[in-house]
């Protein structure tokens, strides 16, 4: 059995521009839970750049796939994690570094079953602005009916009720990170969580 609490996993599509300064906030963070408590995953997805070639120097484990569904890319990550927490991250995010020491504590006082971060973009754009547009409109009367604030960019709990949920739905072409927090939710409203 290993010894890793947190197991961290990153889809990547051609991320060679964003994925070292992730896994670099993943390490800072790392430090506060303990370096070896964190298994860093990148699931690789049909890769023509450097992206794996950066993850793998930076120490990271690759789950190398040729699937066409963001679930399924996330998932082939999940089936490879050790720890007894599940983060999802996209690449071209950075966790603070005290997140995964703000997650522990979350987990355990027993209170929350998993959680969700807000975006805050280091950079915007026209495709940028339209996406989160398309996203908001979709996603507002979801928030409204099940009385959340739905987020996205990270999500985690523990690895038990990742399973206990089905992961990420591969049924679903988008909006995979919002069905994921709402299956989340309405099992951590039967626990009282």
Known sequence: MSDYVFSVIIP???EEKYIAKCIDAIKRASEKVGADNVQIIVS???CIDNTVEIASAMGAEICENTV???S????DGAKLAK???IVTIDADSCMTEDSLAEIKTMLESGKFIGGGTRAKFDR???GIAFSSAYVALQIIPIMKKHKAALMGGM???Y???FELIGGFDEALVSLEDMDFAIRLKQLGDKRGQ
């Open 124 to 126: 915007m754009s026209l």
């Open 155 to 157: 999500f985690w709990c």
């Open 68 to 70: 066409k569904c963001i």
């Open 12 to 14: 990547a599509h051609n």
């Open 44 to 46: 690789a997805n049909r």
């Open 83 to 85: 720890g007894d927490i």
């Open 159 to 161: 690895r038990k009720d």
């Open 72 to 75: 399924a890319v996330r998932n």
